[in-house]
């Protein structure tokens, strides 16, 4: 906004030497694309020069070329196509060039999808390892992150694919999902940094895409199933929207309230604050004032987080903690916007033995979808069909008011009695 | 790029699938899996014939999980073991090895 | 396509551990943090039941790394943060450090690898978005070209914390929107029906799978000089692309047709009012490389707006909940139309139920 003005005059290289003298250079001229070298913001293209003309990988020049051919054509010239390493049937993202008669060496710049650690987290060890090992077999670039959680390694040829896996393979890093199965999971940073995350998540999501490994690599359902875990309903990896299984940490009890610090709050912040940023935005007015003392009244809370991200040093979640299961998350294609919908309101999750019966309840909930979805229909697409009712006969769970906004408003269904 | 067989070219496209799915026959579906290094035995041409049988039934390759499950069916065995089974058969996967030698278009997409 | 004899044997070992990649002090407290504060924009302190306290420094990233940078991303990790990073699902990098006195050190050199920091509390944080003309096999545009352009514009807002809340942006290439629902996202909007390729199409496509895929069964099977193909119901189809996804030969793209839309409103947090879904509220803006000055304008005015008038922790969904979207049109300048009335599914959910009316 206000920088706008600035932005297109404003040099942004940052220090980096460009343009002088094309001479030398390796890279052909790209003029749209050093377009997107002007402005404040670090320029990926920028990135890629430097990248290219250090290794002089030919791939790096072709794709280079090829993208400057689509910004001044408006389109896009990839296809699809297979290739995977021995005993997998997904992971590798094919990509061949439609005009390789005219950019030849960007015939061939297919993505490995790597599986990250849960939340992201990365010692320098692990990283300098995998950019050796994709420097040393691909093209150099990569992106952090996909929007399906994986890191890309963008830009390899099919005949190094096997080589550059089993040696990442080797310093412990897998293929991620693709196609019509378990796809690779995404967490929140949970109990390793934030206060609010109610469940271990990153442990759970080691062990869930660990005991679903094979149906990620040997895709066979009908359609792809995505799973996220947030430690709390701030929701911070858009479980409920981007997953068909969306994890989400929760608690059962009150809101842990630290009085001295509601005071302390108070004081700082005034009275204005607690009433117009904390009492009036509560969704289900379960707090209020009462001589002069903040008071909330657990059973109408819904647990949405608001008041304890305003007050994080004077609130914290209740004690009895867990996760509620959403389902059926997933984007536009083809039937609109679905977010997912609440199907387990509570599940404790602390020992092995409630994670184990969680991955349990997951592999009977996809094998019910496998038995009665159609192809390339989603989990929620699926139940949408066949209605809600029939996923919880078909699964053996109980309904329960949670599951739903309100009772039906219509009369039509046909009752057991 | 082309593949010879018995002395006639025939037209595959980079991923060495058939261009001109016409083209197959079993000497065509010999090359091909040479060319993937599989040694076809009388199970990949058992799956081979459920492929190109279901292709000129529906007009498509079937889904990997109609496939499994009538190798299942078959075997008597359950998905995972019929899983297995299939991607002992063809290693790099139903979809790259068996549909490519079974002369089927090469299958679309990764959304 | 021979290889030579092969030593290593798969093990299917799924995400990579997290435990070596912890920094120690976060073993240590390991669900056992109390609190949180930010101390300023882009560094985060947060502090454990232990009195440990750690700090974090945020910054942004082009999101298209290269080895290069991430190595000298792993030069500030070794020099500062003891050799930990992590990233952020808004593709910002985040050091964390015990020693306070590495914060300033660290945004220093930051700053001058030219990343800024920010991206914490009521900031526009980094855009999560698609893969593009660099290397999707379906795409209209180039999102990492429209990002830059982009946040070069909302440069400030993302260092600093003056918003009313936190803005998320998205961008997809495509009306399948991989980018996801955010507060303001730019998605591709294909106005024409497919064009279709009947020399190629019943060699690349598997006829069944394309008609299946439209949503509105438009797509019908034909013969066109001897060679089954297939043919669109123009008057049906609604131009969603799906088809183009199962078969390359339904050519949805074109460089003057394929446009862009912008919407408003997601929100995935339960904070406050439950999840929702984006409104469309502008259109028909060209796709225009390199730096699609229409599009970037055109979320100027939103953030403008919504800086100006959004209350404390209102979300732009809330915003607009609360000024109705009457008021969000005027003080944002943008034009209604009859193309913003549903027409999909569901459509009448979207209607006014009601005796509700604003002037």
Excluded at chain 1, 223 to 249: E, H, Q, W
Excluded at chain 3, 129 to 144: K, R
Excluded at chain 3, 250 to 276: D, L, T
Aim: aromatic content about 8%; some cysteine; hydrophobic content about 35%.
């Amino acid at each position: 906004m206000e920088g706008a003005k600035g932005a297109a005059s404003k040099d942004g290289n940052q220090g980096k030497e460009v343009g002088a003298g094309n001479n030398e250079k390796f890279l052909n001229p790209t003029p749209m694309l050093d377009e997107l070298e002007k402005g404040p913001w670090p320029s990926f293209i920028s990135g890629f020069k430097e990248l290219a003309e250090r290794t002089e990988k030919p791939m790096l020049r072709g794709v280079m070329d090829q993208l400057e051919y689509s910004y001044n054509t408006k389109m896009g010239y990839w296809k699809g196509g297979l290739v995977t390493v021995d005993g997998y049937g997904a992971g590798i993202i094919t990509r061949y060039s439609m005009i390789k008669d005219k950019f030849p060496e960007a015939a061939e710049f297919h993505t490995m999808r790597i599986q990250p650690a849960p939340g992201l987290h990365y010692n320098t060890k692990m990283l300098r390892e995998l950019c050796d090992i994709w420097e040393k077999y691909g093209s150099g670039l990569i992106a952090l992150h996909g929007q399906t959680g994986d890191i890309m390694l963008q830009g390899i040829e099919q005949d190094k694919v096997q080589a550059c896996f089993d040696e990442l393979n080797q310093a412990g890093w897998d293929l991620g999902g693709a196609g019509a199965g378990m796809r690779t999971a995404v967490s929140c940073i949970g109990p390793g940094r934030c206060e609010q995350a109610c469940y271990d998540n990153l442990k759970v999501h080691l062990d869930m895409l660990r005991h679903f490994v094979g149906p990620l690599h040997r895709p066979e359902w009908n359609y792809k199933i995505k799973l996220k875990f947030s430690g709390c309903p701030n929701d911070c990896t858009n479980a409920i929207m981007r997953s068909d299984l969306a994890v989400i940490g929760t608690w059962k009890d009150a809101i842990q309230v630290e009085p001295e610090e509601v005071t302390a709050w108070v004081e700082e912040r005034g009275m204005d604050a607690l009433v117009n940023e904390v009492i009036n935005l509560c969704p289900t007015r379960a707090i209020s004032l009462r001589e002069g003392q903040m008071q909330i009244e657990s059973r109408d809370c819904v647990r949405c987080m608001h008041c304890l991200n305003v007050m994080p040093k004077a609130l914290s979640p209740g004690k009895e903690r867990g996760i509620s299961l959403l389902m059926g998350g997933k984007n536009t294609l083809k039937v609109g916007v679905n977010m997912g919908s609440m199907i387990v309101p509570f599940m404790k999750m602390e020992s092995d033995e409630d994670i184990a019966a969680f991955i349990e309840m997951v592999e009977g909930i996809i094998d019910w979808w496998d038995d009665n979805g159609l192809d390339h229909e989603r989990i929620g697409e699926t139940i949408e069909r066949v209605g809600l009712k029939l996923f919880l006969e078909g699964v053996g769970m109980e309904a329960n008011i949670n599951m739903v906004t309100r009772p039906r408003d219509n009369p039509y269904f046909k009752a057991k009695y | 790029m082309a593949i010879e067989v018995n002395g006639v070219s025939v037209e595959t496209d980079e991923n060495g699938y058939l261009v001109n799915l016409e083209d197959w026959t079993e000497d065509v579906a010999k090359i091909l899996a040479v060319g993937e290094e599989i040694e076809m035995t009388e199970e990949h041409w058992n799956l081979v014939k459920f492929l190109r049988g279901y292709y000129d039934e529906y007009q498509i390759a079937p889904a990997v999980k109609v496939l499994t499950k009538a190798i299942a069916n078959e075997n008597g065995m359950d998905k995972k073991a019929a899983s297995e089974f299939l991607y002992g058969l063809f290693p790099k996967g139903p979809g790259l090895q068996a549909c490519k030698i079974a002369g089927l278009p090469k299958p679309t997409g990764c959304v | 396509m021979s290889t030579p004899e092969k030593k290593w044997k798969t093990v299917e070992s799924g995400p990579h551990t997290y435990e070596d990649a912890l920094h120690p002090v976060v073993r240590k407290n390991y669900g056992k943090w109390k609190y949180h504060e930010i101390p300023k924009p882009g560094v985060l302190k947060h502090v454990a039941e232990s009195g440990d306290a750690i700090y974090t420094v945020r910054a942004g990233t082009p999101r298209q790394d290269t080895v290069d940078m991430l190595r000298r991303l792993c030069d500030v990790a070794d020099k500062y943060s003891d050799g930990y990073l992590r990233f952020t699902v808004r593709n910002n990098v985040e050091f964390l450090t015990p020693n306070k006195e590495n914060v300033d050190l660290m945004i220093r050199e930051l700053e001058e690898m030219g990343l800024p920091v920010g991206g914490t509390g009521m900031c526009v944080s980094s855009v999560s978005h698609t893969q593009g003309w660099l290397h999707c096999d379906i795409p209209a545009t180039d999102a990492s070209g429209v990002v830059k352009s982009m946040m070069d514009t909302v440069y400030a807002e993302f260092k600093d914390m003056q918003m009313p809340n936190k803005v998320r942006l998205s961008t997809s290439c495509c009306s399948i929107n991989c980018g996801g629902q955010a507060d303001i996202a730019v998605v591709v909007k294909h106005t024409r029906p497919p064009r279709i390729n009947h020399d190629h199409l019943s060699m690349i496509c598997e006829l069944p799978k394309a008609v299946a895929r439209c949503p509105v069964a438009a797509i019908r099977p034909t013969v066109i000089n001897g060679k089954r193909t297939l043919m669109v119901d123009e008057e049906k189809c609604i131009c969603c692309g799906a088809c183009f996804g199962a078969c390359p030969a339904m050519e949805i793209n074109h460089p003057e047709h394929s446009k862009f839309a912008i919407w408003v409103g997601g929100k995935n947090s339960n904070a406050r009012s439950k999840p929702s879904t984006m409104s469309i509220v502008a259109h028909n803006l060209p796709n225009n490389p390199p730096r699609w000055p229409e599009v970037t304008e055109v979320i100027g005015k939103i953030l403008t707006a919504y800086k100006e008038g959004g209350r404390p922790w209102e979300r732009i969904g809330e915003w607009i909940n609360r000024i109705g979207w009457k008021r969000f049109f005027e003080e944002t300048g943008l034009t209604f139309d009859e193309d913003m009335i549903d027409s999909y599914r569901h459509a009448r959910t979207t209607f006014n139920q009601s005796a509700h009316v604003r002037f």
